[in-house]
């Protein structure tokens, strides 16, 4: 088996209160799935949080099952399953991404759906699994991120925006043209990023939602995911979280970096295939 690392860290609310992790993340002896829960902005009973972890224990039992599925198959069948138990309805159900990494004796396999990627190193090449179709949609009209740009801060106007801006953006959810995402529309799988590699040529496999992505994608914190899995490797995994959290910390009114909240939450995987390998902060 791989050698498996993670980290994780709860974020904030929108109103900056401290809340439970909506990141999840799964690992069997042969697979890891990481998920994200959606914020929810409007109330409901049911978070993404909530969500995330009840799509990431029907997607366990699918990999036990049958640790060779077809993982669109298995994604398309968990969200239907799932649905189906709880009476969720598109367009009103809570949502979450999901990334998965499985591996057998020949092959290593990502799914990608919606914003956590996957980011394969095999020998001499770096491969970025990453589904941008929601961060490539229209800006909404009234914009929170202008908001925070021209100094107002996270109060009340910018729930206000925000709330206005994700409904603009719901629009576009699972829809052609628009975004996918898992919720409770079990065609969306369909509509996830694959990509597979020869296992004897992968050396290390990063996951990670997008509490940690923004480091590498917006903030420019690390200058690739290379040099992301170099820190995670010399100072361990909490490094780079430490990292994410000290930049936001820098900008507490989403001025330089504007973000629905102040912190998302973290949750950030390493998977190595080398069985020589072990990092630096584990020697």
Partial sequence: MPLIDMAERAGV??????????????????????????????????SGGWYAECLGDY?????????????????ETAIGTMAEDYSLKPGSSPSSTVAMVRWTDDHVDALVLADSPVVTFTIGD?????????ANLPRPSSSYREH????GGYGEEHVELLRSSAAEVGAWRNREGGFWVAEADPAAARQAIRSSWPRDQ???????????????????LFADWTALLDQAS????????????????SDPDGKRWPRPKLHDDQALVLIHFDDDWLPDFMR
């Fill in 13 to 46: 609310r929108i109103d900056g209160d401290v809340r439970a992790n909506e990141d999840q993340i799964v690992v069997l002896p042969h697979a890891v799935v990481l998920l994200d829960g959606a914020t929810t902005l409007q109330p409901r009973a049911r």
């Fill in 148 to 151: 925070l740009r021209e100094g």
């Fill in 202 to 220: 992968v050396q290390s496999v990063v996951m990670a939602s997008d509490g940690v992505s923004c480091g590498v994608d917006d903030y420019g």
């Fill in 59 to 75: 997607l366990r039992r699918g990999l036990s099952r049958d640790p060779s599925v077809d993982l669109t198959e298995l994604l």
């Fill in 234 to 249: 010399d100072e361990g995994l909490h490094a780079v979280l430490d990292a994410v959290r000290t930049a936001e910390a």
């Fill in 126 to 134: 770096v491969h970025v699994v990453s589904d941008t179709r929601l």
